[in-house]
């Protein structure tokens, strides 16, 4: 009987939690840490088109980004993750859809090379407690990089060619 009602204690505490959450994820979207609020994907995609992204990471009050916190060697991405790393998914998909080819390409040939790099400081770091921001910030333009470099590179594959 003991094990029992502890069995259901940790199952009401479970559910009070799964509650709590719910009612945050109401008022706040946490992706993106930023207040939400409704919008269409039409008004979406007229705010994108006229300049104006509302989850670039770099942008969120609170969030510090300083080149002296990420490797050397990857410092010189931090102006394209500040503009590629868009933590709502819709906002991301249409920004990837208006940006010009060119652009595209610029930001695919400079990044992808580093990939692996990336990946592997993103993960030695999100390993080792509180992640900084630049971890995410990075760690957010990767994400991009993944979903725009098939629109730059259609027809290659990791191996070579299809």
């Not at 940006?99 to 580093?114: A, G, L, M, N, Y």
């Amino acid at each position: 009987m003991r094990v029992f009602l502890r069995c259901m204690f940790i199952v009401g505490l479970a559910i009070l939690a799964i509650i709590a959450i719910a009612l945050w994820k109401g008022r706040r979207r946490p992706d993106n840490g930023l207040d939400y609020v409704e919008r269409s994907d039409e008004e979406i995609r007229r705010d994108v088109m006229a300049g104006k992204v509302t989850s670039r990471y770099a942008d969120i009050e609170g969030v510090v980004i300083d080149p002296e916190n990420v490797p050397a060697d990857l410092r010189d991405l931090i102006p394209l993750a500040k503009k590629w790393a868009i933590s709502d998914d819709v906002e991301r998909d249409i920004f990837e859809q208006v940006v010009s080819f060119e652009e595209k390409k610029e930001f695919i040939d400079k990044v992808w090379p580093q990939m692996e790099r990336l990946e592997e400081y993103c993960a030695d770091c999100r390993n080792k407690g509180p992640v900084a921001d630049e971890v995410v910030l990075l760690d957010m333009m990767t994400t991009s990089a993944a979903e725009v470099y098939h629109d730059v590179y259609p027809m290659e594959l990791e191996g070579g060619r299809e």
